[in-house]
């Protein structure tokens, strides 16, 4: 079971940039898929989520209205298109898989099993 995420790279204040997951070895067609963010020490932040079905979106608070998350025609697919990025967007940027229980799973860490190695975004001033 493998999650890879691409896409990640440097990029001016205000650019934007396009982050893809690809997960192989097993079907997730019935998982939701997440990305986080993660900056040395601090915790994983939740960034957004999408159901399995593709039906239902989840974001959180800080990228609300710049950032889209969507599932490819290939369900073992995510992508996340961020817009009017700014410096405090730098960070590891992690994929991940699982099937949340309740809404409020979506936002949590414990609410997927499956992880990436991560991609790392990097946003100039």
């Known amino acids: 079971v493998q999650l890879e995420e691409s896409g990640g790279g440097l990029v001016q204040a205000g650019g934007s940039l396009r982050l893809s997951c690809t997960a192989s070895?097993?079907?997730?067609?019935?998982?939701?898929m997440g990305w986080f963010r993660q900056t040395p020490g601090q915790q994983r932040e939740f960034v957004a989520a999408?159901?399995?079905?593709?039906?239902?979106?989840y974001y959180g608070d800080s990228v609300k209205g710049r950032v889209t998350i969507s599932r490819g025609n290939v369900r073992n697919t995510a992508f996340l298109q961020m817009n009017s990025l700014t410096p405090e967007d730098t960070a590891v940027y992690y994929c991940?898989?699982?099937?949340?229980?309740?809404?409020?799973?979506?936002?949590?860490?414990?609410?997927?099993?499956?992880w990436g190695q991560g991609t790392q975004v990097t946003v100039s001033s």
């Open positions: 070895g097993r079907t997730f067609s019935s998982y939701a």
């Open positions: 999408v159901s399995w079905n593709g039906e239902s979106t």
């Open positions: 991940a898989a699982g099937r949340p229980w309740s809404d409020s799973d979506y936002y949590t860490v414990p609410g997927y099993n499956y």
